[in-house]
């Protein structure tokens, strides 16, 4: 089993819709939880930046942490094509004296017009 | 104005050369990392280094060879290239280790 576990897509919804993008975690020990966004042929950009258990709104994206569950979702509202993009997550945390930063497979989301 | 900029893009090359891949941030970030993105888009750490400090060097062949002559500057070098390892190759830097700035990549094809 992977430490982190995300569904690879790809999601294709029409403009306008609310999409909903998940990542499932085994290790309890993740603090700080990430999602990226990477278009095709470009390098990952940080969208989203949460600590610890609750929710963060930023415009039309909002990041979940339930940490109870494992479970941590990305929301993306009145999604737009511009919004096609692979979407990754990540969780970090400290094991001892070793910093881990682990990455999911990515989500790839197409939205069309 | 690019913030991580890597060259070249792309890299075709023939199996058994050498090639370098070249990497700098102008963020004034402390900490500079290589990526390996296999074709399932998997992200894997590589190296990390820290004010010209190796920090993080995961299980790579000693084929690879991190270099980095000043903290704005982490250049890759892969010896005796293999067909495996055609991947896109991602240099980003941070100073807030949970918010990593990347570069656009380079694309390796070894034939």
């Known amino acids: 089993q992977k430490e982190v576990e995300q569904d690879p897509g790809p999601l294709s919804v029409p403009e306008g819709a609310i999409v909903s993008l998940n990542c499932t975690y085994s290790n309890s020990a993740f603090q700080y939880f990430m999602w990226y966004r990477q278009y095709s042929r470009k390098g990952p950009e940080l969208l989203m930046y949460t600590y610890s258990s609750g929710n963060k709104e930023d415009g039309r994206f909002t990041a979940q942490v339930d940490k109870s569950s494992k479970y941590i979702s990305l929301f993306i509202r009145d999604s737009q094509p511009s919004d096609s993009a692979t979407y990754l997550c990540a969780m970090s945390a400290v094991f001892g004296s070793n910093y881990q930063l682990i990455w999911g497979a990515g989500t790839k989301l197409i939205i069309k017009p | 104005d690019t913030a991580v900029s890597q060259t070249p893009k792309y890299l075709v090359t023939q199996m058994g050369n050498d090639k370098s891949i070249k990497c700098e941030q102008n963020l004034g970030h402390d900490t500079m990392y290589w990526y390996k993105q296999d074709s399932k888009k998997f992200l894997k750490i590589m190296f990390s280094?820290?004010?010209?400090?190796?920090?993080i060097n995961e299980t790579v062949p000693n084929r690879f060879s991190p270099k980095s002559p000043d903290k704005a500057h982490l250049n890759l070098h892969i010896n005796s290239l293999e067909l495996g390892d055609s991947a896109v190759y991602f240099c980003?830097?941070?100073?807030?280790?949970?918010?990593?700035?990347f570069g656009s990549g380079t694309q390796l094809s070894v034939l």
């Open positions: 280094y820290n004010n010209k400090e190796l920090i």
């Open positions: 980003a830097s941070s100073q807030d280790r949970q918010k990593l700035f």
